[in-house]
């Protein structure tokens, strides 16, 4: 059987559609319909039911419905010809007297009782209407009810659930429509949420404007009854008159903290398989809603909560907050006038109070927030933290998770005021973003160590008494705690700190993380601190007691713990700001260049281990190949994901990297590649070499070329990076992974080259020489892995730079790319790729000039003359500067080419049409003719040169 969905707040819908299909199985006349049921129908019964006497007729449908419960199943058939002879013999359903109303519906309960192979749909849509319409009878009411019942078992809950909508909807009856709403809430009492949650809702709205106080209290409580099964049901009703949404609100705080019922039915038949079948295929139809009390959802941080966020967007669809803020409110927030900043933020508490729910690409207005919660204002201060709170509910829990490390350095940091009203205001945000993302999520953060260890003894206090109070409700809701190992070492200083409220805060976060690790892992590391550290450690862990009524300490979500834990052990030596890789080179990079530089250069096998030792004790491969690449390329064609497209990157691509990136590399190769410190990015390339070397036998070579677009984004990123070393070492590692690449024969997706290419091009123009000339050696061997006419279209779109070394190295490799591939290799069309070429020619730069000149001149000896068609129209001064050219290089090659330039310049210089003539060692003299342009230059020219 189907069941009814499972029980309890726990249980989740399926996927259900929204709409009512025409009916598939074969109709039937009455006479049809009465010869079908000859056997079941006797003299008696006939008569009876042909009697003009009421009382006979309905004695004539008792006998029938005898006949028909004796029987142990009845076919489709046969109930579709009950229907018919039944429509036949009440005036399609439109007889007055209720006691024959009643047996009729007696006798249809009966068939949907016994129909073993399924109720037909075409029954289902003769009488379902009848039967709601009924309900508002006093009279009918029960029959039509029990037997509305039945039909939901056979044919499904949606489907009667549909029919209740359309009927309510097209009824002028208010009491038929507040029955019918009655009888869907008795639905979902008695089956779950075994129905389509959108069309209901959209009903629900329809009648709350209804003029009958008995239909908008049948609305409410309905709504009452869903609002256990979907919680996004709060926010929905907000557009609503004040006194109904105060109404509404009321009836959802009564059922809020009260679970949903266990279902007592369930459906059967072809019905439970057919829901069966729609759960299983969750891309049919639309979201029947999400399940999930409040209690069922604070137990755990899987991806089922990332189900209820799809299930519930379908619903109520989330609005991007970056088209609601506008460019000038932005500019304001930043503002160096209080006052003006004030009227921003206020703009923006109301933009997102107003959208309730929004997506999770919250772009520049994320940025404009974060550079807030350090406001000198406090009342601005605590402004902004409010408005983190309501986005941190807003964004759902995908999004949430996806943005907490954004923040929660900032929110941490503002423990340390001296204002209560702050502190509590920051308590309350990370309250909210706590509650959406999960403790496991928390935990990750590489901020949470380096709050505790801030030296700011209110941040240290708060964020220790924070974390312990969410643990003890995780172990109070039977939650298994996650693991705590990066909290090992900023709680050990947090222990020996000089303030008596943070010692007194971390003995009673110790427990759980004792619970966690393991106690004696605890007193191991202890023996590693310092002598005097040692003995005051582990006097206060000989004193731990663990707490009595957590569970063994096992990762809550596998995949978010586990970096945790290994996060922990690669930050041995230092604890890190956070999980960012900033774009601007960090103190660390600017004051560590010249020892860094030191260590620049390919690392051994043993140099590579070492640095994974120094990093942490780096579990398993560094590399770890899966077969998720193929999903990351089709969120991104699905627009799911922020495109990898940016002048400098903002902390949200990183995020989304880092977030990809989790289970393509081990957790402490994580930790290095997203650490603040450049000396943890060069460890990382160091290893990443060592991966991919030697391209006959890389240790790591599949896992590199099966994680290659994460690899490739990740360089992207110390692209940008200020420090020579790291930079260095990035264009060393591409160079052997391209050539890696090449000997496994792999072909570079236009996916992966869309995110790498074009800041591979903007590399081009770097201030480095040898960064410069690793670019085109990389080039070259690209194309081995990748057309080289796609290839081509980026190096053009390289020319639109206001970089001049840009656009003459852009030109360079354009030069080589066409000497080596000729003029196929330009996919966007010689025409195109020509004009653009020309128009470098007159650029103010000698070198920018110069290889536009080399470039046209390698496609003259490819094309000859034509080139100047292709050109298009060019001013006489470049036309003279290319013609020269092409006779010098003519000239030093000894080529024919000589006469044709001098042609080509003197025809440009006059203006009009002239006539040469070259004879080669063949002796065969051609006629060329060149019509003349406007002022005598940008013109067809045509030369005559020997074959």
Not at 333 to 350: Q, S, Y
Not at 719 to 737: E, I, S, Y
Request: proline share 4%; charged share 25%.
């Amino acid at each position: 059987g189907g069941g009814g969905g499972g029980s309890g707040a726990g249980s989740r819908a399926a996927k259900f559609a929204d709409s009512l299909s025409d009916p598939t199985f074969a109709d039937m006349s009455a006479e049809a319909a009465e010869q079908a049921l000859e056997p079941r129908l006797t003299a008696a019964m006939k008569e009876q039911l042909a009697s003009d006497a009421w009382k006979e007729r309905v004695e004539g449908l008792k006998a029938l419905q005898d006949a028909l419960e004796a029987v142990d199943t009845l076919s489709p058939a046969e109930v579709m010809a009950v229907c018919r002879f039944l429509e036949t013999k009440t005036k399609k359903f439109k007889e007055t007297n209720f006691q024959i109303m009643s047996g009729t519906f007696s006798i249809l309960g009966v068939c949907a009782d016994k129909v073993g192979e399924g109720l037909p749909d075409r029954c289902v849509h003769l009488t379902a209407p009848v039967l709601l319409d009924k309900l508002g009878d006093i009279k009918l009411r029960q029959p039509a009810g029990e037997t509305l019942t039945k039909m939901a078992q056979g044919a499904g809950v949606n489907t009667i659930a549909l029919f209740a909508c359309a009927s309510i909807e097209e009824t002028k009856s208010p009491k038929s429509q507040a029955e019918m709403l009655n009888f869907v809430g008795t639905l979902l009492t008695a089956f779950g949420l075994r129905l389509a949650v959108k069309p209901v809702v959209a009903t629900c709205k329809k009648c709350l404007g209804a003029t009958n106080p008995a239909v908008r209290t049948s609305t409410i409580n309905l709504l009452g009854v869903l609002r256990q099964y979907v919680p996004a049901l709060a926010d929905m009703f907000d557009s609503e008159k004040p006194a109904l949404v105060a109404t509404i609100k009321e009836k959802f705080a009564e059922v809020e903290k009260v679970p949903a019922p266990a279902p007592t039915l369930q459906e059967h038949g072809a019905a439970a398989a057919a829901a069966a079948a729609a759960a299983a295929a969750p891309t049919s139809g639309a979201a029947g809603g999400a399940a999930g009390s409040a209690a069922g959802g604070a137990a755990a941080s899987g991806g089922g909560d990332d189900d209820d966020d799809e299930e519930e967007d379908d619903l109520i669809p989330r609005v991007d907050l970056n088209e609601q803020v506008k460019p000038e409110l932005l500019a304001e927030l930043g503002d160096a006038n209080w006052k003006v900043r004030k009227e921003a933020l206020d703009k923006l508490t109301e933009i997102v109070q107003s959208t309730k729910r929004i997506t999770p690409h919250i772009g520049d207005v994320g940025s404009a927030l974060k550079a807030r919660l350090t406001d000198s204002n406090k009342n601005l201060l605590i402004t902004a933290l409010n408005i983190l709170s309501m986005i941190g509910k807003a964004l759902g829990r995908a999004g949430a998770r996806r943005f907490l490390s954004l923040f929660m350095q900032e929110t941490f940091a503002c423990l340390a005021d001296a204002k209560d009203a702050v502190r509590a205001a920051a308590l309350a945000a990370m309250d909210t973003w706590a509650d959406q993302t999960r403790l496991p999520a928390v935990l990750e953060l590489e901020c949470l160590p380096a709050s505790m260890t801030s030296g700011k003894p209110n941040e240290q206090k708060l964020v220790c008494t924070w974390l312990t109070q969410k643990l003890e409700a995780a172990v109070a809701a039977g939650t298994s705690l996650p693991s705590m190992k990066s909290l090992v070492k900023p709680l050990f200083a947090c222990l020996e700190d000089r303030s008596g409220e943070v010692r007194h805060a971390a003995q009673g976060l110790l427990p759980f993380v004792a619970r966690s690790v393991g106690l004696d892992k605890l007193k191991k590391a202890a023996g590693q601190l310092k002598p005097a550290s040692q003995t005051a450690i582990a006097a206060v862990l000989d004193k731990v007691e663990l707490p009595a009524a957590a569970p063994a300490a096992t990762a809550t979500a596998p995949v978010a713990a586990a970096p945790a834990a290994a996060a922990a052990d690669a930050g041995k030596g230092k604890t890190t700001k956070r999980a960012s890789s900033a774009p601007r080179g960090s103190t660390a990079t600017r004051k560590g260049s010249a020892s860094a530089a030191a260590s620049s250069g390919p690392a051994s096998t043993a140099a590579a281990s070492a640095a994974a030792a120094g990093a942490g004790d780096v579990e398993g491969a560094a590399l770890i190949l899966n077969d998720k690449k193929a999903h990351r390329e089709k969120d991104d064609k699905a627009m799911k994901v922020l495109k990898w497209n940016f002048t400098a990157p903002r902390e949200e691509f990183v995020q989304q990297l880092q977030e990809q990136a989790r289970g393509c590399v081990s957790a402490a190769m994580l930790s290095m590649m997203f650490s603040e410190d450049f000396k943890q990015h060069c460890k990382a390339l160091d290893i990443l070499v060592e991966a991919v070397r030697p391209v006959e036998a890389a240790p790591l070579g599949d896992a590199a070329l099966g994680n290659l677009d994460i690899l490739t984004k990740w360089t992207t990123l110390r692209f940008f990076d200020t420090n020579p070393t790291v930079l260095l070492k990035t264009m060393q590692f591409l160079q052997d992974l391209f050539n890696l690449a090449v000997a496994k024969e792999y072909e570079m997706s236009d996916y992966e080259a869309s995110s790498f290419l074009p800041y591979l091009v903007l590399k081009t123009g770097d201030k480095l020489e040898s960064v410069r000339k690793d670019c085109h050696t990389m080039f070259t061997t690209i194309t081995k892995c990748y057309p080289a006419s796609k290839l081509f279209c980026y190096i053009l779109d390289g020319l639109k730079s206001k970089n001049s070394k840009q656009r003459a190295e852009c030109l360079t490799e354009i030069d080589n790319l066409i000497q080596r591939h000729s003029m196929s290799v330009c996919q966007v069309g010689a025409a195109k790729a020509l004009k653009a070429i020309a128009a470098q020619v007159s650029d103010r730069d000698n070198n920018v000039r110069s290889a536009a000149v080399d470039a046209i001149v390698t496609c003259y000896n490819i094309v000859g003359e034509d080139v100047y068609k292709l050109m298009g129209s060019i001013s006489d001064k470049n036309l003279s500067l290319i013609s020269e050219r092409i006779k010098r290089t003519a000239k030093r090659d000894g080529g024919s080419a000589s006469a044709a330039a001098t042609t080509a310049s003197s025809s440009a210089a006059a203006g009009s049409a002239s006539a040469a003539a070259a004879a080669g060692p063949g002796g065969k003299d051609t006629a060329v003719v060149r019509k003349g342009a406007k002022h005598g230059a940008g013109a067809a020219t045509a030369a005559a040169a020997a074959a």
